[in-house]
């Protein structure tokens, strides 16, 4: 019983110290804007900004219709940009014109 208890203390211990998951996914803008562009063909196909007005975050879509990747990233004010998604079979959705005289 004693063994068992403290194995799971341990091992609760251990994955309470260690680093976020999503740690390994930052760095500085300029770093991981040059990789999506030399290794993965992406380009910068749409973004915006979100949060308050004094806490905002960059979100860019990259994405390639060469390698039909894309890549979500936010970018914080201090420059440091992490990776929150990662896709293939990337395609834009064309804008549909209205017909005139036609009620949906």
């Not at 910068?44 to 219709?65: I, R, Y």
Request: proline residues 3%; contains cysteine.
């Amino acid at each position: 019983m004693f063994k068992r208890l403290l194995a799971a203390g341990l091992l609760f211990g251990m994955a309470a110290t260690a680093p976020p998951a999503h740690a390994s996914n930052c760095a500085l803008r300029s770093i991981v804007v040059d990789k999506l562009e030399s290794k993965y063909s992406e380009t910068l196909t749409a973004g915006g900004l979100q949060g308050e007005d004094n806490a905002q975050t960059m979100v860019e879509v990259w994405a390639s219709e060469k390698t039909g990747t894309f890549t979500v990233i936010l970018t914080t004010p201090q420059g440091i940009s992490c990776v929150v998604a990662t896709g293939t079979d990337f395609f834009k959705r064309e804008a549909v014109a209205a017909v005139d005289g036609v009620e949906s």
